[in-house]
């Protein structure tokens, strides 16, 4: 197969031409013929080639362009809220990226996912095949009720649905919920995909400042009298990007304002198993009156193998299977049948275990080597990815992203977490990305322009 | 682990309760130690048991309900574009779903699906865990431009983005494309999803009505002039839900009324592999101007591993990398990686041989019976899953349907197709899902009742 492909590729054969019979090439590579059968036949299948019976193979056309690269990072791309992701996901393997929010696939639960994968090779043909169920995988909401158990929420398995991932769970919830020109309220700073999906949403933004606590709750109880917001999206766990964890003091008077206020919170928990110690979830607090949960595994087990869930009020979830049908379909059952096989094998709480203290080394690490150059967290991480960090001198990190990514190299500037745009010297620092030498050689240098 | 499952089932053990300890259970049951350990680690990893470090194994409380069972067949259920959906993918293994449209799993090519995933459990660590790249894993899509050239479309690879099914790359030329209020074309009757999802847009929805040759050209002329449409969403290869075929006069003089109306045309190429001849593409002829051309793998390869694609124009494809991105943040890359992996496996091209056959036959069985108790094709289906017959003697299909649902039954009656509610005595059978005496006996009965 290689040699057809490298004749084309080098145009010695091009669209058109006819291939070698098999006899004949058979004879020439000295190979059986049913070798030279089989590969015609997947050419055949990829498309490269076509067969026309009675006369033999030819090769397709018109032909692919020599460079199928995706589009990697762009100097020119505004620092918007797609600025990081796009860079990020389009990155090839020499780029660099402290600045994306996932975990190298190295550190993922590697062997509890190929294990899952061969066990899912001899399950059922309707585990391969077929729609999922509209909630989705009943043993895996049973899982994920317990586990919500654990954290103090009360949540049924018919009170869950199982999503593509956390990001469309949240918007299922904003098509369900919200209208264009609604208000949500977000933390600020906050992940930057909450504006896009808002923004595509066309909901009115409003940002209420986070401390190292949660959120400010005058600016919150002020930000709801002056608005009227419909939502308020936050993270539980850790937040994004300060890595700070809300209070229960904190927790319990954002209840008090959102009930005043018949206020929806969205709570995200997708870094639940980042925790050392488990910070409050307002879903506990409230029961799931007020307080949606919505989570996924794309953090800690698979960004690969899509799975995600919303626990919510019944009658909203009956109302979700609806839009979910609508728009999607059957959810994706092969991912679902992939993170419960992961999750209920023994290994997946062990490697979690070891990821924990990996990454506190990291941060300590990375928190270190940052210091050195000046660049100090806004808190001190507890757990998680993430170092918050202010840069010294009054240095804009946008032009720093700029000069960065120029050497191959994606950051994350504040200020694309930031609505009110007060973050202009801080920089997001994922410490599982960030433990290259030549990270800290090109800040240096840039920071000395 | 079972034993234990059943003691709680049981309530002889309940939350709180203390387990047995690690050697006195395994000397009851004659096993290992480690035996009982691993047993007892997994039961902690799905959360039925919890561990106190020191103290032993508890119960996990509380419990979860007796009854887990998903939702099944609801008889009170309104006949709405939900009807057919909400009841077959719920269904469990009793329940016969000839108003289904997917294929019984053990139809699908399960052997090259197990294939692939072994083979998957040993690709590399990113495949497995990584987020997909914005447009999509590279050698798919340019598989997916192959197989597009053969069929006369030109589809550079860079110009196809991929999904995470057919009906999502619907929602998001929608959300690029259409306003609430907008006017969509659809045929009638057709797929009862589009109604679900362009309701979920708030689009006002004109059907136009389809001949054995395609969409009514005059009328389709006429419905151009009088609401403006922005869009029409239709089917090539196979029309669902009449099974018929677009001829080329047809394309040729929509494509022509198309251009003066400025429509753009979404053609949703799903059916492509059922085919014996390849009917025309709107998006063959057109270009990918005006035509946006999508499909997915769902209805012959797996609807469990997700992926589809559309294929547009290339500013049109950068606008809904953003949204994808926002929306769903990456792409299921483990869905694309399976999907790639099935199809360049020269076992798919046979299969897909011996499926067709296999309908072809299914299709003159099930036409034979049905004729035997009056029920007649509208046209006679070429290719495909789907007979769409009328009933005798003006039967509604929707009270016929209802009955059946009290036996296990799952039928699609005509007006779930029909905006216009005009296919009040036609029932869409799936050739497939038919092939159950105990259907023509409870058919017979409901029809004589």
């Given at each position: 197969m290689e040699l057809i492909r490298g004749r084309i590729a080098g145009r010695s054969l091009t669209s058109g031409d006819r291939l070698p019979s098999i006899r004949s090439l058979a004879g020439s590579l000295q190979l059986s013929a049913s070798t030279i059968v089989e590969a015609y036949e997947r050419l055949v299948a990829e498309g490269v080639i076509v067969s026309r019976p009675g006369s033999g193979f030819y090769v397709a056309g018109p032909l692919a362009p020599l460079s199928m690269a995706e589009i990697g990072p762009r100097l020119d791309r505004a620092v918007d809220p797609f600025w990081v992701s796009r860079q990020s996901l389009a990155a090839e393997g020499a780029v660099l990226k402290p600045g994306c929010g996932w975990l190298p696939a190295d550190w993922m639960p590697q062997s509890g996912l190929r294990r899952a994968l061969r066990h899912l090779a001899r399950a059922d043909d309707a585990d391969l095949a077929d729609y999922g169920t509209p909630l989705g995988l009943p043993p895996l909401r049973q899982l994920l009720a317990r586990r919500m158990a654990e954290r103090g929420i009360d949540a049924a398995p018919e009170r869950i649905l199982l999503t593509e991932s956390g990001t469309q769970a949240i918007d299922l919830l904003c098509r369900l919920l919200i209208e264009p020109g609604d208000t949500v309220l977000v933390d600020d700073p906050c992940y930057f995909n909450f504006h896009a999906l808002l923004r595509a949403h066309r909901a009115r933004i409003v940002g209420v400042p986070y401390t190292p606590h949660g959120p400010d709750v005058e600016r919150f109880g002020a930000a709801l009298a002056e608005h009227r917001p419909r939502l308020y999206i936050t993270n539980s766990a850790l937040q994004n990007p300060t890595g700070a964890v809300l209070s229960p003091v904190v927790a319990h008077r954002i209840l008090k304002l959102a009930d005043q206020a018949a206020l929806t919170i969205i709570e995200d928990?997708?870094?639940?198993?980042?925790?050392h110690t488990p910070a409050p979830r307002l879903a506990a607090f409230d029961g799931l009156e007020r307080v949606v949960h919505i989570g996924s595994f794309s953090k800690t087990l698979s960004a690969s193998a899509r799975c995600g869930f919303i626990a919510a009020r019944g009658e909203w979830i009956e109302a979700l299977v609806d839009l979910k049908i609508a728009t999607s379909f059957g959810g994706g059952r092969l991912g679902a049948e992939l993170v419960y096989g992961v999750l209920r094998d023994g290994g997946y709480r062990k490697h979690m275990d070891g990821l924990r203290q990996r990454l506190a080394r990291a941060r300590t690490e990375v928190g270190a080597r940052l210091k050195q150059l000046g660049i100090v967290p806004w808190v001190e991480p507890q757990a998680g990815m993430f170092l918050w960090c202010r840069l010294p001198d009054d240095l804009d990190a946008a032009d720093i992203a700029r000069e960065a990514l120029g050497q191959n190299i994606v950051l994350a500037p504040g200020n694309v977490f930031s609505l009110s745009q007060s973050a202009r010297g801080f920089m997001r620092f994922n410490a599982a990305q960030s433990l290259d030498d030549r990270l800290f050689d090109v800040l240096w240098a840039v920071m000395h322009r």
């Amino acid at each position: 197969m290689e040699l057809i492909r490298g004749r084309i590729a080098g145009r010695s054969l091009t669209s058109g031409d006819r291939l070698p019979s098999i006899r004949s090439l058979a004879g020439s590579l000295q190979l059986s013929a049913s070798t030279i059968v089989e590969a015609y036949e997947r050419l055949v299948a990829e498309g490269v080639i076509v067969s026309r019976p009675g006369s033999g193979f030819y090769v397709a056309g018109p032909l692919a362009p020599l460079s199928m690269a995706e589009i990697g990072p762009r100097l020119d791309r505004a620092v918007d809220p797609f600025w990081v992701s796009r860079q990020s996901l389009a990155a090839e393997g020499a780029v660099l990226k402290p600045g994306c929010g996932w975990l190298p696939a190295d550190w993922m639960p590697q062997s509890g996912l190929r294990r899952a994968l061969r066990h899912l090779a001899r399950a059922d043909d309707a585990d391969l095949a077929d729609y999922g169920t509209p909630l989705g995988l009943p043993p895996l909401r049973q899982l994920l009720a317990r586990r919500m158990a654990e954290r103090g929420i009360d949540a049924a398995p018919e009170r869950i649905l199982l999503t593509e991932s956390g990001t469309q769970a949240i918007d299922l919830l904003c098509r369900l919920l919200i209208e264009p020109g609604d208000t949500v309220l977000v933390d600020d700073p906050c992940y930057f995909n909450f504006h896009a999906l808002l923004r595509a949403h066309r909901a009115r933004i409003v940002g209420v400042p986070y401390t190292p606590h949660g959120p400010d709750v005058e600016r919150f109880g002020a930000a709801l009298a002056e608005h009227r917001p419909r939502l308020y999206i936050t993270n539980s766990a850790l937040q994004n990007p300060t890595g700070a964890v809300l209070s229960p003091v904190v927790a319990h008077r954002i209840l008090k304002l959102a009930d005043q206020a018949a206020l929806t919170i969205i709570e995200d928990d997708i870094f639940a198993d980042f925790e050392h110690t488990p910070a409050p979830r307002l879903a506990a607090f409230d029961g799931l009156e007020r307080v949606v949960h919505i989570g996924s595994f794309s953090k800690t087990l698979s960004a690969s193998a899509r799975c995600g869930f919303i626990a919510a009020r019944g009658e909203w979830i009956e109302a979700l299977v609806d839009l979910k049908i609508a728009t999607s379909f059957g959810g994706g059952r092969l991912g679902a049948e992939l993170v419960y096989g992961v999750l209920r094998d023994g290994g997946y709480r062990k490697h979690m275990d070891g990821l924990r203290q990996r990454l506190a080394r990291a941060r300590t690490e990375v928190g270190a080597r940052l210091k050195q150059l000046g660049i100090v967290p806004w808190v001190e991480p507890q757990a998680g990815m993430f170092l918050w960090c202010r840069l010294p001198d009054d240095l804009d990190a946008a032009d720093i992203a700029r000069e960065a990514l120029g050497q191959n190299i994606v950051l994350a500037p504040g200020n694309v977490f930031s609505l009110s745009q007060s973050a202009r010297g801080f920089m997001r620092f994922n410490a599982a990305q960030s433990l290259d030498d030549r990270l800290f050689d090109v800040l240096w240098a840039v920071m000395h322009r």
